[in-house]
């Protein structure tokens, strides 16, 4: 297996909750197979303070860990997390391809959307690389590899119509 990726979305959030998937990350599966890439806006005043401090506090412990500051104003790009990610894998895969030696095509390489507030098993990794390598080869790139979704951390503060979900 190659690296795992995990694009962190954190715009707009103090720095305690964008690390909180970083402090469960102590995961088993750090150092050199495990990097991550926080995805802000560039309008957020804090952003960049707040990646270097998150980089400084956890260097060594992932391969690498980076940041993408989405730009206002881009064509097509509302506003948002979607964009902010969409963003960040774009500036990711130019860093794997320029500087680490990885396409985003290659197969060593899987990336994982995380929310700030995600809480992932300390062994998601494990779990992941397990299932990814048993999976046929012609189904592996063709499956969205997705921790559980449970809305209970957050209930009551989410928006009605996704509650009534």
């Excluded at 500051?69 to 509302?78: A, D, E, I």
């Excluded at 992932?120 to 997705?146: C, I, P, V």
Aim: charge should be negative.
């Amino acid at each position: 297996m190659g690296m795992h990726f995990g694009i962190v979305h954190g715009t707009r959030t103090g720095k305690r909750k964008v690390e909180g998937p970083l402090r469960v990350s102590r995961w088993n599966f750090k150092g050199t197979n495990l990097a991550v890439c926080f995805a802000f806006e560039e309008r957020e005043v804090e952003a960049q303070d707040k990646a270097r401090e998150l980089q400084e506090e956890y260097a060594g412990e992932f391969a690498f860990i980076t940041a993408a500051y989405h730009p206002p104003n881009m064509p097509g790009h509302v506003p948002g997390k979607s964009s902010n990610e969409c963003w960040a894998f774009q500036v990711l895969a130019k860093e794997l391809r320029d500087q680490r030696g990885y396409e985003v095509d290659d197969p060593r390489v899987v990336i994982t959307v995380i929310d700030d507030d995600s809480e992932l098993h300390e062994n998601y990794f494990e779990g992941l690389t397990y299932h990814y390598l048993k999976a046929k080869e012609s189904d592996r790139y063709l499956t969205m590899w997705q921790p559980p979704i449970v809305h209970f951390k957050n209930f009551l503060s989410q928006p009605w119509p996704q509650v009534l979900h």
